[in-house]
């Protein structure tokens, strides 16, 4: 569904990476592993085409743009998650069905937090509605840079779950993160110096 | 169409819950625009003959005031890049942005004009050539001040630079909005200024869209 070939990006006077080539298939998980600073997120935004200083040949074909879970999270502070998670799906002109949202609301452990503001929920409370674009909607790549951070024993292994299940039904991953990932499927490496 | 309506309602949604940011602007304006009689004498010959600058400059300075925020939380908190993700166009987002700014700014000052122009002892032929005008600039004002809070976005303290960028796309439209106030006191024909005005809303109606949502690429383009 993606293919790369010789990408390379400088920033700020610093080479972050060159001559990059790969591939992803459906039902594969590519993950993207390299120190701080060592451009992970720039690769992430560079193949979503949000970054564009670069060059090489990157080539997407999907019916659906990827979802992107990135540092800003996407999230207003003063609207409820429900709100939020239906405006994941305004953006992507999905027809969200309301059962799928309640559903992802209560596999993301939010259950009894449906009207509460993002504003008042923690950190991994706020990157758990974020994660819940990916439960809503069916788009076949998912792009995610650090899902891990701030989430909790229950939510990692949730997390682990719901990558295996989109890999079971033939969709590719690309995730930047330094926790190892545990599920049984081969899980290739990109490692960025 | 749905990402426009849906937006639109998102961001009265925003304000509503938190209404600090809508009404700063406009309890500036009616500030601003008490003090006139202060400082300069409860004169009404005098401040009659100034009221249209005073009360369009307040204008001008409540919209600037309310610039800045136009793209800046959307942007900080990552929906912006969500936006030019998704393969939906960013211009159908930068109109309703557009038209929730206005609703949010634009329209409670042309509703606060009539007060504002009591305040300076204009005459009704004076406060409906107020209310008029401003009712055809503060569109105006919203898109072309869209486009210097597009391209300050990213930047932390966008604040002066928007003014600095947007303050002489606002010179044409003040001069012509004044002059029709004065005409319309002085009993004269107004319907020329109404022209001009029209004119250069659609001018700006049909150019800031593209400028701002270009501005909005570049900006997430980080």
Partial sequence: MLQVLKAGCERDGRLLFEDLSFT????????????????????????????TDCHGDIEWAVDKAPLYLGHRLGIKQSLTVIENLRWFGVLREEPVKEFRIDEAVYKLGLAGFEDTLCAYLSEGQRK??????????????????????????????????????HLDSNGGIIISTHQSITIDRPINTLALQ | ?????????????????????????????????????????????????????????????ATLMSMDSMFR?????????????????????????????????GLPLVLLMPLAALLLFLDEAGVWALTLSLLLVSPTLSLLGGIGAALTVGLPRG??????????????????????????????DTIGYVYWLLAILFGSLCLAPIATAAALNLATDQ
Avoid at chain 1, 133 to 144: E, K, Y
Avoid at chain 2, 4 to 14: E, G, I, N, W
Avoid at chain 2, 38 to 57: M, S
Avoid at chain 2, 89 to 105: D, G, I, N, P, Q
Wanted: charged share 15%.
């Fill in chain 1, 24 to 51: 992803l298939a459906p039902g594969e998980l590519l993950q993207v592993v390299g120190g701080n600073g060592s451009g992970k997120s720039t690769l992430l935004r560079v193949l979503l085409g949000l970054y």
């Fill in chain 2, 73 to 105: 939380s959307d942007f900080e908190d990552g929906s912006l890049e969500q936006v030019v993700l998704s393969e939906q166009s960013t211009f159908t987002f930068v109109l309703a942005k557009f038209v929730s700014h206005w609703l949010l700014s």
């Fill in chain 2, 159 to 188: 604040g002066l630079l928007v003014t600095i960028l947007v303050m002489p796309l606002y010179m044409p439209v003040l001069v012509f909005a004044t002059a029709m106030v004065h005409a319309a006191e002085a009993g004269s």
């Fill in chain 1, 128 to 165: 758990r509605v974020a994660l819940g674009q990916f439960l809503i909607m069916d788009n076949p790549c998912w792009v995610m840079d650090e899902p891990f951070s701030a989430i909790d024993a229950d939510g990692l292994s949730f997390l682990m779950a719901m990558l295996q299940e």
């Fill in chain 2, 1 to 61: 169409m749905n990402l426009f309506f849906a937006s639109v309602q998102r961001d009265l949604l925003v304000h509503f819950r938190h209404p600090s940011e809508v009404l700063n602007p406009l309890v500036f304006f009616i500030v601003v625009i008490s003090l006139f009689p202060l400082g300069i004498g409860p004169e009404p010959g005098q401040l009659k003959e100034i009221a249209p600058g005073i009360v369009w400059v307040a204008a001008l300075l």
